[in-house]
């Protein structure tokens, strides 16, 4: 086989069609000059609006401030617990931490790395105040029975939808699912800035005018402050990039749902390889296409596609939250996430990622577990 030379994602295929409109949206910030909370701000607010179906969107610095203002603005703080799970970036706990809240862990599905809506209830004390679902790599959590749980113990639902944008759950957009939810755009997401980028959605008038006080200093009139805050706001040229971008999300995702299947068909022989489960009610963003093998060769699988060849993959998450070095013996083993850890790789994979280039990373996977 030749070798080649694959990222696990190639950001500049996407962005190359889209370099002029993006030279001149950022041309308007400059002759605008207004880089904090400009017209692009508002305007790119309104379109995720009208994209996710949702009545409010605030624009922030960060997916982690979303979590962390999102939460505030529910009312979420000291003395609360807050359920999540232990598979997922360590922004999700640390957002619930920042807020003032103590996480809880909830172990997952082995099959679709996000929570187990079965182990919900027996985690919930008086002191629950807020389930926070992660959308794992891009699949929808069951909303259905969790939100049945929600309601059932009167508990808040704010989503971690920072790798979903634009997936669905049984036709409505994710993030537009629980009382409010934390999108992140950092560059590599399926809607990705040229920076650091965040949004809080909502369909509560409350909540979105806290956000948004929270997010600008605590004041709703400058120079008033009324609460303790933050500086966190999404900045116009970021604003302005997105904007460009926002309209091809769809057709993005579609490109990575079309790249999926052609994975899951390419390995579907390759013994000891397991493919990502989608459930069928679920419209999948693919922000990620992530196997599961043995945890006894996963390690020697990265290392020779990368050395032998010059395939990138990633490995999301090598550690569950709950064993992080910050709550090392805070919390109880979380025996399915930390399995888990150890088995997943992620493979390269972008919207507009050839075949030939898959067929390729099919095949040194076949050969490399083959050998071992």
Same mark, same amino acid.
């Given at each position: 086989m030749a070798q080649k030379n694959i990222p696990v994602l190639d950001l500049s295929v996407g962005i190359n069609p889209l370099?002029?409109?993006?030279?001149?949206?950022?041309?308007?910030?400059i002759q605008e000059g207004s880089f904090i909370n400009g017209p692009q701000v508002k305007a790119f607010e309104g379109a995720v609006c009208q994209y996710a179906g949702v009545q409010h969107a605030i624009g922030m610095n960060s997916g982690t401030d979303a979590i962390v203002i999102g939460l505030r603005a529910l009312g979420v703080g000291p003395g609360d @617990?807050?359920?999540?799970?232990?598979?997922?970036?360590?922004?999700?706990?640390?957002?619930i931490n920042n807020a003032g809240a103590e996480v809880v862990f909830v172990d997952i599905d082995p099959a679709t790395f996000n929570m187990d809506p079965a182990r919900i209830e027996a985690a919930i004390t008086p002191r629950t105040k807020a389930i926070m679902p992660v959308h794992m790599f891009g699949q929808s959590c069951d909303w259905d029975v969790i939100q049945a749980i929600a309601q059932k113990h009167k508990l808040l639902l704010i989503e971690d939808a920072a790798q979903a944008f634009g997936a669905q759950y049984q036709g409505k957009k994710v993030g537009n699912l629980g009382h409010a939810a934390a999108l992140s755009f950092f560059p590599s997401k399926n809607l990705g800035a040229f920076g650091d980028a965040g949004m809080l959605l909502t369909n509560d008038a409350k909540v979105a005018e806290t956000a948004r006080m929270l997010g600008t200093h605590g004041s709703k009139k400058k120079y008033y402050n009324e609460i303790l805050g933050y500086n966190s706001r999404l900045d116009s040229i970021q604003a302005a990039v997105l904007a460009v971008k926002l309209p091809h999300l769809d057709r993005a995702i579609q490109g990575r749902r079309q790249a999926a299947q052609r994975y899951h068909e390419i390995?579907?022989?390759?013994?000891?390889? @397991?493919?990502? !489960?989608?459930?069928?009610?679920?419209e999948h963003s693919f922000h990620q296409y992530t196997i599961k093998v043995p945890s006894t060769h996963r390690d020697q699988l990265?290392?020779?596609?990368?050395?032998? !060849?010059?395939?990138?993959?990633?490995?999301? !998450?090598?550690?569950?939250?709950?064993?992080?070095?910050? !709550?090392?013996?805070s919390y109880q083993p979380m025996p399915v996430a930390e399995k888990v850890s150890g088995e997943v790789l992620s493979l390269p994979i972008w919207p507009e990622i050839e075949r030939?280039?898959?067929?390729?990373?099919?095949?040194?996977?076949?050969?490399?577990? @083959?050998?071992?």
């Open positions: 370099k002029n409109d993006i030279s001149r949206a950022i041309d308007a910030v @617990e807050v359920i999540t799970s232990p598979f997922t970036f360590f922004a999700t706990a640390e957002g390995l579907e022989s390759v013994a000891r390889v @397991e493919r990502p !489960y989608v459930q069928n009610w679920n990265k290392a020779q596609l990368e050395e032998k !060849y010059k395939i990138q993959t990633m490995v999301y !998450y090598p550690v569950s939250v709950n064993k992080l070095p910050i !709550y090392q013996g030939a280039t898959q067929e390729y990373v099919g095949k040194a996977i076949k050969e490399v577990m @083959e050998g071992l």
